[in-house]
């Protein structure tokens, strides 16, 4: 596989649209990430996040529009573009009795040069647990079990929703650090928060969607001052008219 060139653009998303019955749950969304971004998809639950991140993924076909990832098309060339994108999504299906350490052995397996069995599960924290079965894991582990899997082929994109998820604090900075590593490395980052906190310290840029619609794109710091806010809380409800903490 020929490496795709530094100019071409990590994703381009053109005029997404997804229906799931009557629900319009992605409303001709249009993005566009550079390669090294980390950009952050921000907004309350049932506002399209999800499956805005799986169409750039290609885990989900949309009903209109198109997707490019470092120039490739997700469903006609599936395998390059899982030589190049790594996923990780909230809920993961793994087969319970196999151990961490088996889990990332087979993953890895899947691609050319994949990262080290031992620095993967250092850098998401699981060195203690490489010999426990997938099933006697707490969500957190298993959150972050998903994380180390999604970086096993050394991927240029990596899609990560809901990071941090149910994990302590400490395990929340480690997996910050992560990603900082990532960006350290070039690796094009899309995450899905509804963290501040995480956006604010993360993200160069974030996009803000609200009934599967994106209705600001900007850095943490311009969306405060184009939304006239103190804080980029407030500039959520500004721009949204929602609370993060709203559950639909």
């Known amino acids: ?5 530094t100019s071409t653009p990590a994703v381009v998303a053109t ?3 997804k229906r799931y019955g009557g ?13 090294g971004e980390v950009v952050g998809v921000l907004g309350v639950n049932g506002a399209g996040k999800t499956t805005t991140v799986e169409l750039v993924a290609g885990l989900r076909r949309p009903d209109s529009g198109s997707v490019r990832v470092l120039g490739l098309d997700p469903h006609r060339e599936r395998g390059r573009v899982r030589q190049v994108l790594g996923v ?5 299906s793994l087969h319970a009795a196999l151990t961490v350490a088996e ?6 397996t899947f691609y050319p040069q994949p990262r080290p069995t031992a620095e993967l599960l250092e850098l998401v924290g699981l060195t203690e647990q490489r010999t426990v079965r997938f099933e006697r894991l707490s969500g957190g582990q298993q959150q972050r079990l998903s994380i180390a899997l999604a970086l096993a082929g050394r ?44 956006v604010e310290r993360l993200c160069d840029r974030v996009l803000l969607l609200d009934a599967g619609r994106v209705v ?3 850095t943490p710091a311009g969306l405060v001052a184009s939304s006239g806010a103190d804080t980029l809380d407030d500039a959520f409800v500004a721009l949204t008219g929602k609370s993060l903490e709203v559950v639909e």
Do not use: N
């Open 15 to 17: 005029r997404l649209r």
């Open 23 to 35: 629900t319009t749950a992605v409303d001709d969304v249009s993005l566009r990430i550079e390669q």
């Open 88 to 92: 990780q999504l909230q809920h993961a």
């Open 216 to 218: 600001a794109s900007d």
């Open 103 to 108: 889990l990332v052995g087979l993953y890895r």
């Open 1 to 5: 596989m020929s490496t795709p060139d």
């Open 155 to 198: 991927p240029r994109v990596v899609v990560l929703d809901e990071l941090t998820t149910g994990l302590d604090p400490r395990a929340r900075r480690r997996m910050w650090a992560a990603v900082e590593s990532l960006r350290d490395e070039a690796v094009t980052v899309l995450l899905v928060s509804h963290t501040m906190e995480e």
